[in-house]
């Protein structure tokens, strides 16, 4: 029988067992708690505190490439190298006391200058100016940007004192290969130019970070890493074809100087898809040395660039009086020399000549201002500034290049006597390289306009392909009246003497040449002397699957646009080549120049 005396001892055991079992209970309730139901929450929440850390993590900027895939524009990793000036002291000293049998700072400094490029008494220099700043420095930086193959020599050093950090920096293997396209990125990764600024949005990567928490020994506690990936750029892909924009590049760089002029450029631009193959500049930027070109020449004369097109536009006049105007290659008008229209507007030719009973393809043959504007009133000035709008002039391109300009073609009812006549043959208002292109090469592709584009894809770091949304093709003039203008134009090169080269390799071209004035801003008017030259072409004529631009700015050896021709036969050749283009198994139609 149990005693109230035996009982009493128990029932207090009970109770005290059952407290700490309820108080062993709530510790593994508020212990699974922490580590299992809430661990994330208590993890980012202890990564707060003291002894936290954390490390970005970059992701690369998207590549550019040309239409096969090969790299314009890269990323790498650069270093960024720091030493510490106390701890050098401090091994130095246990060097000399026999404590250590490291290499001292005399030896290691004169490693480090020979991986770096420099002197030991530089980098000696380094050391002992962040000491006399302040005797317990441990940062002084030893160099920005080194190369992974400087790092992994720095680093088989295994001086303790020594640390870098490294972070993505842009390349361009192909230097200078359109680069006038390309652009650059500044020092701290940010877009400057060019399609590196246009297309941001595709390229631009997201930096990740990896957080974690540190015991007081400096070291990562098991379990706290919290990392959020870095996302890369994706790859921007052009229609650019680098190994013809290399050529392009030499030959402009080339026919430039020796005519003497301030710039030039030669622009290949698909005509049944618009797609730019090159777009070459003389001067122009290698975007890893930015410094080396001055700021006119970091960008695209091409894009940014407004010209008078002279004769080159003549063209467009006459497929517009024959789409709308009833007029063929064989009409005819009698124009002299030398014009006095009833409104008061005077027209010259560039040679003096009696009254010609012109046919319209000798007008474009014999580049005649005076022939081309009195075809021009076969139309009124409301229907040839339409068509000048349909064929893309003042319209700017569909590419959205950083800054591009458009030329300027004001409407009918601003034009004065004088611009009635003027705009019929190139002046009185500008274009650009783009939209010359992409006129002529409606031309060439039975009188429809396609947009011209630059960029092909982006292809995003997921896979996703992302193509540009472009414009709508324009039809500008009917096929007949394309197949027209194509015969006349061939007759232009072909009679002249201008298409004797590309005719000897096999093939048939036609185009025009352009020598427009420049204006004085200053002044007012025109200078005096200085033009700026055009030739332009379509190749084969009987199937044409290009257009190629040569402009000239100011050549001073020749100044006309006999300036361009070297390097247009060159290029119209090399284009061809390139892109394997049967030579021509037909001969021109010879047309008339006079009635």
Not at 223 to 252: C, S
Not at 378 to 403: H, N
Not at 488 to 514: C, I
Request: glycine share 10%; hydrophobic share 35%; charged share 20%.
């Amino acid at each position: 029988m149990t005693t109230r005396a035996t009982r009493s001892p128990r029932r207090r055991t009970v109770v005290a067992l059952a407290v700490v079992l309820a108080v062993l209970g709530a510790f593994f309730v508020r212990l699974v708690d922490i580590q299992v139901v809430n661990a994330d929450e208590h993890v980012a929440d202890s990564l707060d505190k003291a002894l936290a850390g954390s490390q970005t993590l970059y992701g690369a900027r998207g590549a550019i490439v040309d239409d096969t895939g090969q790299t314009l524009a890269g990323s790498i990793l650069l270093y960024d190298c720091q030493l510490s000036p106390l701890l050098i002291t401090q091994i130095d000293a246990d060097i000399a006391n026999g404590k250590s049998t490291a290499k001292p700072w005399s030896e290691v400094s004169t490693q480090i200058a020979t991986i770096t490029g420099s002197t030991p008494e530089a980098v000696q220099a380094i050391v002992s100016t962040a000491l006399a700043q302040d005797a317990s420095s441990q940062y002084a930086e030893l160099g920005r940007g080194l190369s992974t193959e400087q790092y992994r020599a720095l680093a088989d050093l295994g001086a303790p004192y020594l640390a870098c950090l490294s972070h993505p920096a842009r390349t361009y293997p192909d230097g200078a290969v359109a680069g006038n396209l390309i652009g650059f990125v500044g020092s701290d990764g940010e877009p400057l130019e060019g399609l590196e600024a246009m297309e941001d949005s595709c390229l631009a990567s997201t930096n990740g970070s990896l957080s974690y928490q540190k015991g007081k020994d400096g070291v990562i506690i098991p379990g706290t890493e919290r990392e959020v990936p870095a996302v890369d750029g994706g790859t921007l892909q052009l229609t650019i074809d680098r190994d013809l924009n290399w050529y392009m590049q030499q030959l402009i760089a080339e026919q430039t100087q020796d005519m003497g002029a301030q710039s030039g450029s030669i622009l290949v631009v698909e005509t049944k898809t618009g797609k730019i193959r090159a777009a070459a500049e003389y001067p122009t930027v290698d975007p890893n040395n930015i410094d080396g070109s001055g700021p006119d020449d970091r960008s695209s004369r091409i894009f940014r660039g407004t010209f008078e097109p002279g004769s080159t536009f003549k063209a467009l006049t006459a497929s517009t009086v024959m789409d709308a105007g009833g007029q063929t290659p064989l009409s005819t008008v009698l124009a002299s020399g030398y014009e006095k229209f009833p409104n008061g507007a005077v027209v010259r030719d560039a040679f003096a000549h009696p009254a010609y009973n012109y046919t319209l393809a000798g007008v474009l043959m014999d580049s005649s201002n005076a022939g081309i504007s009195k075809f021009s009133e076969k139309v009124d000035t409301q229907t040839r500034y339409d068509y000048l709008k349909k064929f893309g002039i003042g319209e700017g391109s569909a590419v959205g290049f950083p800054g591009e300009a458009s030329g300027v073609l004001r409407s009918p009812d601003q034009w004065d006597n004088q611009t009635v006549y003027n705009t019929s043959y190139g002046q009185g208002l500008t274009t650009t390289m783009p939209e010359l292109a992409g006129a002529y090469a409606a031309l060439g592709n039975d009188g429809v306009r396609m947009p011209l584009s630059l960029v092909e894809s982006c292809t995003k770091a997921d896979g996703t392909v992302v193509t540009p949304k472009l414009p709508a093709p324009v039809r500008v003039v009917s096929a007949q009246t394309a197949t027209y203008a194509r015969e006349m134009l061939e007759n232009v090169f072909f009679q002249s003497g201008v298409s004797d080269r590309l005719v000897a390799a096999g093939y048939r071209v036609g185009g025009k040449t352009g020598t427009g004035e420049k204006a004085d801003l200053v002044n007012g008017g025109y200078k005096n002397g200085v033009y700026y030259t055009t030739m332009i072409g379509l190749a084969p004529i009987e199937d044409p699957q290009f257009v190629v631009v040569v402009t000239l700015d100011e050549p001073t050896k020749v100044k006309s646009s006999a300036a361009n021709g070297t390097a247009f036969q060159k290029a119209v050749t090399q284009v061809l080549k390139a892109y394997r283009v049967l030579p021509s198994t037909t001969s021109p139609t010879l047309l008339p120049k006079l009635g």
